[in-house]
């Protein structure tokens, strides 16, 4: 017996060695391969080891956070922890695939819908990713038009804070996006030069008591609440880079206050840009970042996408899944 529990540890750490896509091959031979490869200690290993580089996660494919927190014995025995399906579902190849194997009616309908005009869709951009990089997100999307290209300047909607901007992705696909900021351009460049923190004037702080108990929560101002109620969906520009301090409850309450669901449907796209100034930057996993904010607390689709303001780079793969959703939606 001790033998053959010294064969099963050598075969693991032999099998470590293969990728997941090897591994799921290898199972594919013979009932006896099917039932190796499926070791759940070898797929947490897997799971633990590969997340912090995916650049993308949503609201099907998020991970429960408890994998993290918890030793190995405190949840093999739970049929939760299928490390192995946890680990398909999750990653961005795995998503990809199930994507791209989608029923025929489903590409049929997505061909008819493309021979509908539909009107431009309209997003709200928001977010603390969109003041506090070294490098301009909005910036570089209105002067890259290789990438994005620019069909509409900036108008002012909202008195000092907002602007609206038109886009046309690959060519084929018109959208607007309102861009929120915090404060008005001088009191924020105020604040970057003094390294503070300026005053968010998007919203109001309302207090109410629950049992014996103040609770604090966010609303937003009338002129954004008024943007809100037209949007198709929101964007949110999270600062993703490590060197950096986050208050992510403070985040979450204010996005919850923008999606709050008098404002418009409760089921409107949400695209979290999870974002650095540059490559050279440490950043927070998309997936850490998700679970900081507390994504697995919302009722509406979302997607959070890796991007570097600098390049635009993972900027594409977000608006391609927020317009997708969008057209969805309207259809």
């Given at each position: 017996a001790a033998l053959n529990g010294f064969q099963i540890d050598v075969q693991l750490r032999i099998m470590s060695f293969l990728s997941p896509q090897d591994l799921c091959r290898l199972g594919s031979t013979s009932c006896y391969w099917r039932a190796a490869v499926q070791d759940?200690?070898?797929?947490?290993?897997?799971?633990?080891?590969?997340?912090?580089?995916?650049?993308?996660?949503?609201?099907?494919?998020?991970?429960?956070?408890?994998?993290?927190?918890?030793?190995?014995?405190?949840?093999?025995?739970?049929?939760?922890?299928?490390?192995?399906?946890?680990?398909?579902?999750?990653?961005?190849?795995?998503?990809?695939?199930?994507?791209?194997?989608?029923?025929?009616?489903?590409?049929?309908?997505?061909?008819?819908?493309?021979?509908?005009?539909?009107?431009?869709?309209?997003?709200?951009?928001?977010?603390?990713?969109?003041?506090?990089?070294?490098?301009?997100?909005?910036?570089?999307?209105?002067?890259?038009?290789?990438?994005?290209v620019v069909t509409g300047l900036p108008h002012r909607q909202i008195h000092g804070i907002g602007s609206g901007v038109s886009f046309h992705f690959n060519n084929s696909q018109k959208f607007n996006v309102v861009v929120l900021y915090s404060t008005t351009s001088v009191e924020r460049r105020r604040a970057r030069e003094e390294q503070a923190v300026a005053v968010n004037k998007m919203f109001y702080q309302e207090n109410s008591t629950v049992g014996n108990q103040q609770a604090t929560h966010y609303s937003v101002i009338a002129q954004v609440k008024k943007v809100c109620k037209v949007v198709d969906g929101f964007i949110y520009v999270a600062n993703a880079e490590a060197h950096r301090e986050h208050d992510r409850q403070e985040e979450l309450a204010r996005i919850l206050a923008m999606i709050d669901p008098a404002l418009g449907p409760p089921n409107r796209p949400l695209l979290f840009l999870s974002c650095v100034s540059h490559t050279g930057v440490r950043r927070i996993p998309c997936v850490y970042v998700a679970h900081q904010l507390q994504l697995n607390l919302l009722h509406q689709p979302w997607m959070m996408q890796d991007v570097v303001a600098a390049t635009l780079d993972g900027l594409l793969n977000g608006i391609e899944w927020l317009l997708e959703e969008a057209n969805c939606k309207s259809a």
């Open positions: 759940p200690l070898l797929w947490r290993y897997f799971l633990l080891r590969d997340l912090p580089s995916w650049t993308s996660v949503d609201w099907k494919s998020l991970p429960d956070e408890e994998i993290f927190h918890k030793a190995f014995s405190e949840v093999s025995d739970n049929a939760l922890y299928d490390y192995m399906a946890v680990y398909k579902r999750s990653c961005p190849q795995g998503r990809r695939s199930l994507k791209s194997s989608r029923p025929l009616y489903g590409a049929v309908t997505s061909f008819l819908q493309s021979l509908v005009t539909q009107a431009e869709p309209r997003f709200a951009m928001f977010g603390p990713g969109l003041e506090e990089l070294d490098n301009s997100l909005v910036q570089k999307m209105m002067t890259c038009p290789e990438i994005l």
